[in-house]
Every structure is written in structure tokens, then in C-alpha cells.
């Protein structure tokens, strides 16, 4: 069985809202085992929708609809599920009681235009959540397959999508199997190595069945690998979860930094706080972005206290004391780590400078940048060289830092 | 003319990635006065691929392809734009000299995989564009339409897009008129007072036809008003822009901060330098993305110092020497900007502090804000509460605070 989502509404066509309605949907599905092959947006316009429905009917098992059921003019999903079954629409009596309880409850007089919200093509049902006024739709598309409808409003699409709609669809597919995933965030390599440090893998478990591994880069967030486990039991699953992470370890090592919703910044603060450390950044190339990043988690104060960005020269020297002739260079950043640490009273101190562009610095190409943490063993630095925009240079850096203060932590 | 645009890659149908590519598309195309009718997204799979490209070139006149171009195996893009083209790849060797420099750059061996990322469509072209090693494509489909293809990465694939799509989209579009767009940056309004402001302006223009006015809200970036001419010369495109934008100017007086690429940093940057100034700024809550968004414009240390990140409360005493007995307070960041300007040496300094949350803190509530600056006029200093999420708290805090300094320089 597999399942098709259609998104309805010309604001995401015109890049004024985006369908995240579809990637919640799509997770769902994902870790419910079920197969989703097709996406579509399509705008309030009649022939496209019913067109689109057709499509979406010739290749998927079932569809889900997601929007254009509210009161105005321009919703028209209803009228299209109609067309498409080729029937007509017919005033659900309980719709109309159903929300005149809602308005009266909310003291406003119903619109004229809400009764339209009333309508269902003959043969479909109506789902038991009714959180709103938009009534969601189950309509068999005799012997072609099933369209569900729901409101585009978040927390209604979710109620009926949880309540009714995989209830249904976990049924059809005959699957009381449990279904769940963990991903494991990398750093360190690129997408190709990885494709090929885990093709044996991928290969030993399409032959095996019960889990799958995929990995998605994700630019300055690293690689991300995802692990699904399908067994009879929970206990069976955390098992299978349990035995592949600890797989990939042993493979990666320490390119793993952490698990689902984990970031870079927020496991080097469980590591600070874990150990009673405080830190201090100071940043001439980044400019505040390793801060900025840090205090992003909450609850950073616990183990950040705070830095100075020193981008003009005479900062650098008079705040943080900085004594090197070359200002690109890892002699600077290690001071410009000494002082702020200084200046700060903090554990550890970490330091970024470079040349983030237009122009080179001292002779040194635009993409040169030097780093340096001092309080986690011993004094380190390095000197990297990143071949992108001033933009990509900044983040690759404030990353790249972060990582290293990871690995001495 | 109307653009469809695919999105590829199964972790788009797994829920794990959000289409904002498409997103981002979709706003160029409105601001340009291209229709999109359809978003697709479709997992890495050749037969579902060339079947969502054929029916796109059916109903579309282009199709912007985003995403598999990469050098793994279930990169398939550029096999399945061939098989619609009915042409083989052929490699392009300067495609290979351009990785290999790359490579070499980085310092790292190139993965044989990495080949199949110089394979182009036979008869299809390479876009000028080439910020990494996935190459963008320009593939003619005979008879029927063009197929461009862009790489998933968001900045490869705007700098494409931007680059080579646009341009040739309003060329296409345009016949053998001039057509030219200017945008304004606004600051300090909803979207719906600006539909209300522009509503009749709208319709002026909507019946005397030259001149097309759109605008769209965009987050901490504030709401663009694009304005686009049509004429017969450059000269006269020119003049219908500047009329237009005279027009809007006298409408929407300050909340104009800039225009096209202009951004609130660029703008307040290109004032200090102006008039000789330069800046520092003291953080809290804003913890490094007010100083990381200033750094981010190329040549910010011609006006930019640097700053302090007084996250603990004993940075905020001891480097900045605040006295105040509550830290969110205005006397609080107003002590902050006059502790930065002191240590730093700056002519103009600024300050956040406030409450991103989880928790309350002094009593006061999650969102509320305190800025400051010194140094531009009389010093200044002001609180705001923001509703909103933690990241959106400091990034409109961030915002709001250079549009202040803006508004004083």
C-alpha cells in the first residue's frame, strides 16, 4: 500500500507558507512502515485540484488532501473529491448542528458562508475528530481507491491524521508490527565516503529485513543516519535500535556526536556542565556566530558565560592582549583564546581568525582560518582552509570550532 | 509562461527534510511575475522521476528540477532528464578539471563516485554558476519545454537560480520588452496594513498597465515590495522604477530601509561608514546575532569594532561595569553599551538584554526585551515583548534593534 499527499493553497505556490503539514504527515507514515511516494502542491483552482486528484489516483493506493475546506470562496476541495467520484454534494445536517454548537460557544453569529463547510459528496464520511468547523472526508473512489481530506490548520490535520486516518490505514496494510527510528548525527565526513562506508550495511540489511538504514546531508548540520526497526514487540525494536547504533559506532567512532534532536552546541554544553566547566568564545572571522549558536539552547548560561567578538584589530590587542605580529594565524588565536579567558574568568576558551573574504589578509587566501581552545588537555590549534562564500566560510568555521572543543571535552 | 518545480530525494517523502527550495523558488517566480502552478516532490527513483518530469513538461513550460545531482548512487537526476530527453550522458571534462581543483583545494582525494557528477544530458548545458561539484543544468526538451536542474543544497542552488534561471525566465517572459524590477526593503509593518496601504495603488497600476506591484512578508527580513516595469528601452524602464519608487518612498516614509540586495546590517554599515563611525555592541539575550549578522556583510570592519557577549551576570559587571540592580532593565542595557563603548573605544555602541526563556527571570515574562544605544543622538532605550519561540525572541530582537540604529544614524 502506498499513500500520496496533496497539499491545496496558492499561498504555498506563491512561497508564502511552507508545507509542513506534508512532512509531519510523511513522518508519521514513515515510521508507521507505510510507503509515500508523491508529494504535490496545487493552488485553489477547480480543473488543477480534480486533475491532480487523478494523477494522484492512478499511481497511490490512497490520498491524502490537505487544505482548502474552510468557508471562502477559494476553498474548493470539497467540490473537486465530488467531481472526481462523480457525484454530487449534500448538506450533512449534523455538520450544520455541529457548528452552530461551536459558534455559540464562541458567541459570534455563523456566517451564511460556513454552511458550505456543511457539504459532503454523497457516499463519503465524515472522521469523528471535529476539533473545528472543517469536517474531515473519507471518500472510496469506487474501485480506484480512497481520498482523505483534512484541514490545512496544523493541530486539526494532526487529531484527525492520529485519531482516524493511520488507525485505518495500519489496518488495510494488516501490520500490527511496531515501528520505530533513531538518527545518529555525524561529523567529519562527506557524503560519498559515507555512501561507501555504509554500502555493506545498507546491502546486509536489505537481505535481512527488519532494518533499514538511510543517511541525508544536511549541510553545516552533518550527516544524519536514520535507523528504522520493524518487530512484533516494542522490546524487539529498542533491541534492534539498540544493536545497530552501537554498530555504527564502533564504524564512525567519534564522527558521531549525537542522537535525534541533539545539535554540535548542545551536546558540547551537556559535556561543560557534566564536568562543572565554564566557557568562554572569542571570535574575530565568525563575529559571534559560535556564540550566537551556543546560547541558542536553553538553559546555556549554565556553562557559557559569554565572549568578545574582536573583529578590528585594536580589540583584539588591547582587550584580549593579543602580541602576535600575523593576526591570521594560530600564535593569534591561542592568544585571543588566553585573553578572553582572562578577561572572562572562565575554564576553557576557544578562538576562531581568518580570512572570510573578499580580499586575502596577509597574504593568506580568502578561506583561511585559524582556531584555537585552550583549558581542555592540552593547548590546541589549527589551520584550515574552506573553499566557499564568506557565508559558508563563517558557519563551516563556527562548526569546525565546536567540533573540536566536542572531541576535548 | 508557468514554472513547475520537482523537489528530489526520498528523505523529502520520509519527513525527513522540509522543501524549503521550493519555497524560496516559488517567492523569486511571484516576485517576478512568473506563474507556479505546481510543487512536486518525488523520492530517488528513476521510473517515478521520469514519470512526474513527463507529465510536468505536459501541463508546464519549465521545470526546475531540485536536488540528485550529487555523486551517489541514488543521485538519478541527471540519468532521468536523458531518458525524457532520449539522449545519453556524455562526461564533460571541464566538468572533472573543475572538481579536481576543488578536491585539490580541500585537500582531500576525490571518490571515483564523484565522476558521475561530470555526466551532463547530451545537447543539455552547464550553468555558469558552479559554487560546488554538482553542476546545474539547462536542458532543452525538444518541442516541449526546458528542464533546468539545480542542486538540493540551498546556497548552490539560489546562487543558480538567482544567477542563470531568473534571467533567463524574464527573457523568455518578456519577448522584446525591457522588463526590470527594483525591491524595497520594509521594516515596522503587518501584511495586511500593507495590503491595506497598497491596495489602491495596486489597482492604478493593475488598469494602466507598465508597472506591477507585489509584496511579500518575509519573516525577520521584514516585507519586500517588488516593483517591476515593462517598456520598450532601458531608459524608460529606468524612469517608470524611479517614479515608482519615489512614489512608495513618499507612502511608507521610514520603513523603507533599503533596496535589492540591501540588507538592515548593510544599510546601517554603509551609514556608520558615511559619516565616519564605527560600532560595538553588547549582548545578552541576542548572544552574538546581532554582531554575526553585522560581520556578515562584506567589509564590516570598516565600521564595526567589535563587541561583547555579557551572557553571565558576572561579565555583564565586570567588563561591562553594570550597576544596575536588574538586569533586564533599560538601565541595564543602557550600562551595557556605555561598558562596551568603553572598552572597545567606539564612537556608537548598542546593547540587548531580556528574557528568551524557558523560564521567567526578575519577574518579568518570556519575550520581554530591553535595547539600548549610545553614541547616535540622545541616548536611547526602549522594551519590547515579543510572543514568539526562543530563536524567534533573538532574532527579532536582533532585527529590531539595527533597524532602531538605523533609524538614528
Known sequence: MNVEIVAIGSELLLGQSTDTNSVWISQQLALSGID??????????????????????DRSDVVICCGGLGPTQDDVTRQCIAQVMGVELAQDDSLVAHMEKLFALRQI??????????????????????????AGLRCDVAGRGVIYAVPGVPYEMKEMVTGSILPDLLTKAGSDSIIASRVLRTWGTSESQMAELLADRIAYHDAKKGVTLAYLASGVEGLKIRVTAKAESQGAVDE????????????????????DEQTMESVVLDHLRSQGLMLAVAESLTGGYVSGRICAVSGASEAYLGGVVAYNESVKRSLLGVEASELISEECALQMAYGVRKQLGSDIACATTGVAGPKK???????????????????????????????RIRQLSTIELLNQLRLRL
Request: hydrophobic share 45%; proline share 4%.
Open 361 to 391: 589578509m596577509e597574504g593568506k587566501p580568502v578561506g583561511t582560518v585559524c582556531m584555537a581552545i585552550v583549558g581542555a588537555g592540552e593547548d590546541f590549534s589549527m589551520t584550515v582552509t574552506f573553499t566557499k562564500s564568506r557565508e
Open 240 to 259: 534492534l535500535l539498540d544493536e545497530e547504533e552501537a554498530w555504527l559506532r564502533s564504524l564512525l567512532g567519534s564522527m558521531v556526536f549525537g542522537l
Open 36 to 57: 509515500c511516494f508523491h508529494h504535490n502542491s496545487v493552488g485553489d483552482n477547480t480543473a488543477r485540484i480534480v486533475s491532480v486528484l487523478e494523477r494522484a489516483l
Open 109 to 134: 453569529p455563523m456566517a451564511k458562508s460556513n454552511l458550505q463547510q456543511a457539504l459532503v459528496p454523497v457516499g463519503a464520511t465524515t472522521l469523528a475528530e471535529k476539533p473545528g468547523t472543517a
